[in-house]
């Protein structure tokens, strides 16, 4: 049976002496306050909620799985996720981040993503429930109708209820400029809403009495394409004014979709047979009003696998500790055993440390995200929100994307510690690489991901916001460059950032003549930029070891991260020279190539 320890170590040392959030936070009157005793007693407590109550519902979620019945359209969730909501609930944990206003907790939102990532790692099919619901949350604080904040935002805020978002339907997927669900108007400021979606994560499920749906649908004099989209709030029971709940509303779970991985997640068939909703935002501009809440999911799968990677490789480390097989190639090392324990292989330490690395790193630059979200959201300088905001933009598909590609190759290594008991259930690895894998097709394709931050992100604005994130590696350059103890965590970076120009400049020039140029380098290159990212706060953790090592600090957990930050710049960050030449191999060696796929 797998097990987990939250991680409090490593995200203190990241958040109090890397990131130095409490410092930051002094500029922002809302959060002025906080200090880390407080963020780490919250977190403590959070992390006793993760690793006791839902990590032990998690094999058996995934065995169990969810139940519909098809006469009534009601989803039965496995055996203690319902018991577990509920706690989370009276505990104030869905709050966490949430604006006071609305019944929130009003901590920072670096808070709740450590916490997030706590719960990924102990269960991520249960997690989904409340992750999706702070989407919705967010969505309808920013564009809900004051009648939509009052009657939905406390009620989400709480958890008491949950929220979804409905994008995709059967013959659209990504392409959400076809999708067919139709809003009738009403006259009364209603619309009813016929249609079906498919992919519905937590659709449908038996832990609140009821759920908000966030619906994409179009209009009847609607545009073609994406400009014709419209959001509605549609509930699952109708809403009284006094708040109480009223009839149910015809939006049904028709069907759930048997998965690869997190089968405690309903993935639901949903069918809107004349439902009622209201008009989220404007009329034929849902996008932007849904985009809110895909941006926090895209964010919150990186999270996703950010935990996965963690408790896989807390398991992996264990039985390679535990695990005697053969003996070390440089001679016997447990003289007292049989064999030596398999952690003395070279390869063996290569995929723990893989999964170290990324999981250390993704951990870094998902508090950044948190960080930048903060001083966005509620920093009172407009040009400080302006930057953190571009910045958080630019950064979001490398969360996703990035992070979840190494979640799969750190879940898939750490399985493969495990030898054939790797892919036995009762050990739990197995799980954890089906978990993951889904995560790289979440909330847009990493492909989709890709051609986001390389066509959008930054051509799309001439590379400003990836010059703004050079600036920052630029100036941890010229703070180190003359520290020779740096120089083996500066040099690969400050080499990269300077190719990156020409590189970016070169595949911008082929993409204006070809604009499939860019579809062909664009999942390279987003390997690339993660990297850079990776490295840079690869960087900037050592830089700390180094000053408290130097300072006669003689905790081992300085020297344990100066000796991952040399493993990930000598063994996986060197990735980034093979991605650079692929990218330039440019779009004919893959479209010329009918006759190959005939």
């Given at each position: 049976?797998?097990?987990?320890?939250?991680?409090?170590?490593?995200?203190?040392?990241?958040m109090?002496?890397?990131?130095?959030?409490?410092?930051?936070?002094?500029?922002?009157?809302?959060?002025?306050?906080?200090?880390?005793?407080?963020?780490?007693?919250?977190?403590?407590?959070?992390?006793?909620?993760?690793?006791?109550?839902i990590?032990?519902?998690?094999?058996?979620?995934?065995?169990?799985?969810?139940?519909?019945?098809?006469?009534?359209?009601?989803?039965?969730?496995?055996?203690?996720?319902?018991?577990?909501?509920?706690?989370?609930?009276?505990?104030?944990?869905?709050?966490?981040?949430?604006?006071?206003?609305?019944?929130?907790?009003?901590?920072?939102?670096?808070?709740?993503?450590?916490?997030?990532?706590?719960?990924?790692?102990?269960?991520?099919a249960?997690?989904?429930?409340?992750?999706?619901?702070?989407g919705?949350?967010?969505?309808?604080?920013?564009?809900?109708?004051?009648?939509?904040?009052?009657?939905?935002?406390?009620?989400?805020?709480?958890?008491?209820?949950?929220?979804?978002m409905?994008?995709?339907?059967?013959?659209?997927?990504?392409?959400?400029?076809?999708?067919?669900?139709?809003?009738?108007?009403?006259?009364?400021?209603?619309?009813?809403?016929?249609?079906?979606?498919?992919?519905?994560?937590?659709?449908?499920?038996?832990?609140?009495?009821?759920?908000v749906?966030?619906?994409l649908?179009?209009?009847?004099?609607?545009?073609?394409?994406?400009?014709?989209?419209?959001?509605?709030?549609?509930?699952?029971?109708?809403?009284?004014?006094?708040?109480?709940?009223?009839?149910?509303?015809?939006?049904?779970?028709?069907?759930?979709?048997?998965?690869?991985?997190i089968?405690?997640?309903?993935?639901?068939?949903?069918?809107?047979?004349?439902?009622?909703?209201?008009?989220?935002?404007?009329?034929?501009?849902?996008?932007?009003?849904?985009?809110?809440?895909?941006?926090?999911?895209r964010?919150?799968?990186?999270?996703?696998s950010?935990?996965?990677?963690?408790?896989?490789?807390?398991?992996?480390?264990?039985?390679?500790?535990?695990?005697?097989?053969?003996?070390?190639?440089?001679?016997t090392?447990?003289?007292?055993?049989?064999?030596?324990?398999?952690?003395?292989?070279?390869?063996?330490?290569?995929?723990?440390?893989?999964?170290?690395?990324?999981?250390e790193?993704?951990?870094?630059?998902?508090?950044?995200?948190?960080?930048?979200?903060?001083?966005?959201?509620?920093?009172?300088?407009?040009?400080?929100?302006?930057?953190?905001?571009?910045?958080?933009?630019?950064?979001?598909?490398?969360?996703?994307?990035?992070?979840?590609?190494?979640?799969?190759?750190?879940?898939?290594?750490?399985?493969?510690?495990?030898?054939?008991?790797?892919?036995?259930?009762?050990?739990?690895?197995?799980?954890?690489?089906?978990?993951?894998?889904?995560?790289?097709?979440?909330?847009?394709?990493?492909?989709?991901?890709?051609?986001?931050?390389?066509?959008?992100?930054?051509?799309g604005?001439?590379?400003?916001?990836?010059?703004?994130?050079?600036?920052?590696?630029?100036?941890?350059?010229?703070?180190?460059?003359?520290?020779?103890?740096?120089?083996?965590?500066?040099?690969?970076?400050?080499?990269?950032?300077?190719?990156?120009?020409?590189?970016?400049?070169?595949?911008?020039?082929?993409?204006?003549?070809?604009?499939?140029?860019?579809?062909?380098?664009?999942?390279?290159?987003?390997?690339?930029?993660?990297?850079?990212?990776?490295?840079?706060?690869?960087?900037?953790?050592?830089?700390v070891?180094?000053?408290?090592?130097?300072a006669?600090?003689?905790?081992?957990?300085?020297?344990?991260?100066?000796?991952?930050?040399?493993?990930?710049?000598?063994?996986?960050?060197?990735?980034?020279?093979?991605?650079?030449?692929?990218?330039?191999?440019?779009?004919?060696?893959?479209?010329?190539t009918?006759?190959?796929?005939?």
């Amino acid at each position: 049976m797998p097990t987990y320890t939250p991680p409090l170590r490593d995200m203190q040392f990241v958040m109090h002496e890397v990131l130095k959030v409490t410092d930051e936070y002094k500029s922002i009157p809302r959060y002025a306050d906080i200090d880390a005793e407080t963020i780490n007693a919250v977190l403590e407590q959070g992390g006793k909620f993760a690793a006791e109550v839902i990590f032990p519902l998690n094999i058996t979620g995934d065995e169990e799985g969810c139940r519909l019945d098809p006469k009534t359209h009601e989803v039965t969730t496995p055996k203690g996720f319902k018991e577990a909501y509920h706690q989370c609930v009276q505990a104030g944990w869905p709050a966490l981040s949430c604006d006071p206003d609305y019944g929130g907790q009003g901590l920072p939102l670096v808070v709740s993503q450590a916490f997030n990532e706590m719960m990924n790692s102990a269960n991520q099919a249960w997690t989904m429930y409340p992750g999706l619901t702070a989407g919705a949350y967010a969505a309808l604080r920013v564009h809900g109708t004051p009648e939509q904040k009052r009657m939905y935002v406390p009620k989400l805020a709480s958890g008491e209820w949950t929220g979804t978002m409905c994008l995709t339907e059967s013959h659209c997927g990504t392409d959400l400029g076809l999708l067919r669900t139709k809003a009738e108007p009403q006259g009364d400021g209603s619309y009813k809403l016929t249609g079906s979606k498919i992919f519905i994560s937590a659709g449908e499920h038996d832990l609140t009495a009821n759920i908000v749906h966030l619906v994409l649908a179009r209009l009847p004099d609607a545009p073609k394409g994406s400009k014709g989209i419209s959001l509605f709030a549609v509930p699952k029971f109708r809403v009284n004014q006094d708040g109480s709940l009223g009839a149910r509303n015809p939006i049904f779970c028709t069907g759930l979709e048997h998965k690869m991985g997190i089968h405690g997640n309903a993935t639901a068939q949903l069918t809107l047979d004349g439902a009622v909703g209201t008009l989220v935002g404007e009329p034929n501009k849902g996008l932007m009003a849904m985009f809110v809440m895909m941006n926090a999911a895209r964010v919150g799968v990186g999270m996703q696998s950010l935990g996965l990677t963690e408790v896989a490789y807390q398991n992996a480390l264990a039985y390679a500790k535990d695990r005697v097989q053969m003996r070390s190639l440089s001679g016997t090392k447990a003289k007292d055993k049989p064999a030596d324990p398999i952690i003395v292989h070279p390869d063996v330490r290569r995929m723990l440390l893989t999964a170290k690395a990324y999981a250390e790193g993704g951990r870094a630059l998902a508090q950044f995200c948190a960080l930048l979200i903060d001083r966005e959201l509620n920093h009172p300088d407009e040009k400080v929100r302006k930057d953190a905001a571009e910045l958080v933009a630019l950064l979001t598909p490398i969360v996703k994307a990035f992070i979840t590609d190494n979640g799969w190759i750190s879940t898939s290594a750490c399985m493969q510690v495990f030898g054939g008991h790797g892919y036995i259930k009762e050990w739990g690895m197995e799980q954890f690489v089906r978990d993951a894998r889904i995560n790289m097709i979440y909330e847009g394709t990493n492909g989709i991901q890709s051609l986001d931050l390389l066509g959008r992100k930054i051509l799309g604005d001439n590379g400003a916001a990836l010059k703004r994130f050079g600036k920052m590696v630029a100036q941890l350059v010229e703070e180190e460059g003359v520290n020779e103890k740096m120089a083996e965590f500066i040099n690969p970076i400050a080499y990269l950032g300077e190719q990156m120009t020409k590189f970016t400049t070169e595949i911008g020039f082929k993409g204006f003549q070809n604009p499939d140029e860019v579809g062909a380098a664009s999942v390279d290159y987003l390997r690339v930029a993660g990297h850079l990212v990776f490295g840079y706060f690869w960087a900037r953790m050592a830089q700390v070891a180094l000053r408290e090592i130097a300072a006669g600090n003689t905790d081992p957990f300085y020297q344990g991260k100066l000796q991952t930050a040399r493993f990930y710049f000598a063994k996986l960050f060197p990735e980034t020279a093979t991605l650079m030449r692929t990218a330039r191999a440019g779009s004919k060696v893959l479209m010329d190539t009918d006759l190959a796929l005939a």
